[in-house]
């Protein structure tokens, strides 16, 4: 009875959580997909916005967590809900259903002019703490919070809604949501067929040079083919872009894989949170998606269009 339990109890592998944090991976964005691809603008937009959101609040609440756990001063109520109020707000100021769709140089002035009225909140936020000895952490922890999660994430709107003539935002988020997460598996195939050079143990024991290698080549390969099935539909897409960015986005998906294994480790956690059990919190499922939707973005409005 007691081997029962125990082997019931006994850790999962590292094959059976990657499959179920891509099986939850798979179904969070097909539900998001399904929603663009409606053809019901209202469905697309409002699913959109809600799930942006709940990824944004699940996401801060497991990064203030982790700086809670550390000991360090943080304002999280603040931080939640600045980084919601960011999302909604970039949602009317962009989606085109309230008013018309702002351009991206008038998105960036809103953007500026929202962090630093964040700012500002903080220090007033500060003002009236009992723990005078740690303003300039309480505000640097929670302006982090926001960088890392919400804005980064805020970068999906952006690409959905981009909003110039002739390009189609849907397929450019669901080709870097593909080509992310090839990345993330031709990592994990490469890993752990033919990894033997750790990258950076200290950070994450299980990165090696042979899976980084794998997942530049499958998530390159994923982007030509994909490329190659959208065709015009991706505007601007070559060949040439879709080897190039296949490569960036690929390596970018490793790196912010990295960041979050940085913050968790020194958090002294396995995972970034208990809200799937057995796999991991939001922040594990987003972690590569993160710095891609940026890079994305920028390159599709400088370079693709």
Excluded at 27 to 50: C, E, M, N, Q, R
Aim: proline letters at 3%; aromatic letters at 14%; one cysteine or more.
């Amino acid at each position: 009875m007691s081997e029962a339990i125990s082997s019931a109890r006994a850790p999962l592998s590292k094959g059976a959580i990657f499959f179920r944090r891509l099986f939850s991976f798979v179904i969070l964005w097909t539900v998001v997909i399904g929603a663009l691809f409606s053809g019901h603008k209202a469905l697309s937009d409002w699913v959109f916005l809600a799930i942006i959101g709940l990824l944004a609040v699940c996401g801060l609440v497991e990064f203030y967590g982790m700086v809670r756990k550390l000991g360090y001063a943080c304002f999280d109520r603040l931080g939640i809900f600045g980084g919601l109020l960011l999302i909604v707000a970039t949602f009317v100021y962009i989606s085109g259903d309230f008013r018309p769709a702002a351009s991206p140089s008038r998105m960036n002035d809103f953007e500026t002019s929202f962090f630093i009225l964040f700012v500002l909140g903080l220090c007033i936020r500060q003002f009236v703490s009992r723990r005078v000895n740690t303003g300039i952490l309480a505000i640097a922890t929670t302006l982090l919070g926001l960088m890392y999660v919400p804005w980064l994430l805020n970068f999906i709107q952006k690409i959905n809604f981009f909003g110039q003539a002739g390009v189609d935002g849907h397929y450019y988020v669901l080709y870097f949501v593909l080509v992310t997460k090839f990345s993330d598996c031709g990592a994990y195939a490469f890993g752990s067929l033919f990894g033997r050079h750790k990258m950076i143990p200290r950070i994450s024991p299980g990165k090696t040079w042979e899976g980084f290698g794998g997942a530049i080549l499958v998530s390159t390969a994923a982007s030509v083919l994909f490329a190659r099935w959208a065709g015009p539909r991706l505007t601007g897409m070559t060949l040439a872009h879709s080897i190039l960015l296949g490569m960036i986005l690929s390596v970018a998906a490793v790196i912010g894989d990295l960041i979050e294994s940085l913050f968790k480790r020194e958090a002294g956690l396995k995972d970034s949170g208990s809200l799937f059990p057995g796999i991991g919190g939001i922040l594990d499922l987003l972690d590569s998606l993160l710095f891609n939707a940026p890079l994305m973005y920028l390159y599709l409005r400088h370079i693709l269009t």
